[in-house]
């Protein structure tokens, strides 16, 4: 190979290494998600803050754009009146726009069947409805999970966290 051909080789190389990673960015949404409440019986509000901090950081090491923990906070600190757990749609509209947030998740989390409890058991079905809202088509979908009962509940979150991201990416 003569020194031309090999120049023409490393130029086509190097183009395709600078174009390749701006390709595979470009199939992720640039808009930030905002992660909301799991309205249920069976967390309380400690709990439910730590399920939404599990959902973010899946997301943002499956390299999605996040609404962090600090502007939410900020956001209900200084509105007493509105629960994290319990907002209407349009409350949640208003919230994206507010915190420039292209999409929306949260959901109830509700125990399968009969099994009833008042907290998460190994051994039981839990129905986990997340909610997706889309600020660009301003519309809303649902995505029905069902899982089993873990231990502890930082194995189950982090269960539920995995799922809830994966079903998100085949959504965006």
């Known amino acids: 190979m003569d020194l031309m051909k090999k120049c023409a080789l490393a130029a086509a190389a190097m183009l395709l290494m600078a174009i390749l990673p701006g390709q595979l960015a470009w199939t992720k949404p640039t808009e930030r998600i905002l ?3 799991f309205d249920s019986r069976l967390i309380n509000n400690i709990q439910d803050r730590l399920l939404r901090e599990t959902i973010m ?10 609404v962090t923990v600090m502007e939410i ?11 994290i757990r ?7 509209r208003g919230l994206c726009r507010e915190m420039k947030a292209g999409y929306a998740c949260w959901g109830v989390i509700i125990p399968e069947g009969k ?4 907290t998460i058991r190994a051994g039981s079905g839990y129905v ?10 301003n519309n809303f ?6 899982m089993g009962g873990e231990d502890n509940l930082y194995r189950f979150y982090g269960i539920l966290s995995k799922m809830i991201t994966a079903e998100i990416g085949k959504r965006l």
């Not at 906070?73 to 629960?83: A, D, K, L, M, V």
């Not at 319990?86 to 949640?92: A, G, N, Y």
């Not at 979908?141 to 069902?146: G, Q, V």
Request: net charge neutral; proline share 4%; hydrophobic share 25%.
């Open 86 to 92: 319990k907002l209407t749609r349009e409350e949640i």
């Open 73 to 83: 906070e900020s956001i209900f600190h200084n509105s007493p009146g509105r629960q």
């Open 35 to 37: 992660v909301l409440g």
């Open 115 to 118: 099994s009833g409890g008042e």
């Open 57 to 66: 950081k899946e997301l943002r090491v499956a390299g999605y754009p996040i």
């Open 141 to 146: 979908e649902e995505i029905r999970l069902t």
């Open 128 to 137: 986990c409805t997340v909610t997706l809202y889309h600020g660009k088509n």
